[in-house]
């Protein structure tokens, strides 16, 4: 069974830094290119971020781009988003989630259950 | 960036009768979409992929269809656990991934 679970969000204040990590297993983790999806309260669902099985391809939406870093450990099994330079709008649920395959583009089939990043003073 | 527009953005529907979703590219995506269900304080949970093909487990009752532009979600007789949120998201160009802004079916 595919199970993702995220974990280290929490409270931070604005300008602050935090570190999101993502614990991954029942698949082959070194195939499957990884991601971060997010969704403020109340909203839609924003792509964040992404890191292909190799991490040659990696992206990021613009909104992040320059403040936010993924990585991987394949031999841990698990992703991270380094979140830099926090903004009250980076107040959202933040998913892990598992591409369909190796490269970064695709669909989700697999979710994490979602953690909460609040950025506020 | 593709930009992923779904209408409408709530659709009142009985239960046992037919939801039809409508989900729209600003340019082509070929069959590079997905359908997603989030019901609340969950995950979005894959529903449909390539346009058409349904992902594991999801009901026949759920179908896709479309290609370049223009993509539909059809949930044919609702059940209860139906009347939530669906979102699509496009594939064919990244970065970005991108997501519509969902589309909610409600009890009516």
């Known amino acids: 069974e595919v199970q993702l679970v995220e974990s280290g969000g929490g409270l931070v204040q604005p300008g602050r830094s935090l570190r999101l990590s993502c614990a991954a297993s029942?698949?082959?983790?070194?195939?499957?290119?990884m991601h971060w999806v997010r969704q403020a309260p109340g909203k839609g669902l924003e792509w964040v971020s992404s890191?292909?099985?190799?991490?040659?391809?990696?992206g990021y939406a613009d909104s992040v781009r320059g403040r936010f870093t993924i990585s991987r450990d394949n031999a841990k099994n698990s992703v991270y988003l380094q979140m830099n330079s926090l903004r009250a709008e980076d107040t959202a649920f933040y998913y892990c989630?598992?591409?369909?395959?190796?490269?970064?583009?695709?669909?989700?089939?697999?979710w994490g259950p979602g953690m909460l990043v609040t950025v506020s003073s | 960036e593709i930009v992923m527009t779904q209408s409408p953005a709530t659709l009142s529907v009985s239960p046992g009768e037919t939801a039809t979703l409508s989900c729209r590219a600003s340019q082509s995506v070929s069959s590079n979409l997905a359908w997603y269900q989030q019901k609340p304080g969950q995950a979005p949970r894959l529903l449909i992929y390539?346009?058409?093909t349904r992902a594991t487990g999801i009901p026949a009752r759920f179908s896709g269809s479309g290609s370049g532009t223009e993509f539909t979600l059809t949930i044919s007789s609702l059940q209860s656990e139906d009347f939530t949120v669906y979102y699509c998201q496009q594939y064919d160009d990244w970065p970005p991934l991108t997501f519509g802004g969902g589309t909610k079916v409600e009890i009516k």
């Open positions: 989630a598992k591409m369909s395959s190796g490269y970064s583009y695709g669909y989700f089939d697999y």
């Open positions: 890191i292909s099985w190799n991490r040659a391809y990696i």
């Open positions: 390539d346009a058409s």
């Open positions: 029942g698949f082959n983790f070194d195939d499957y290119a």
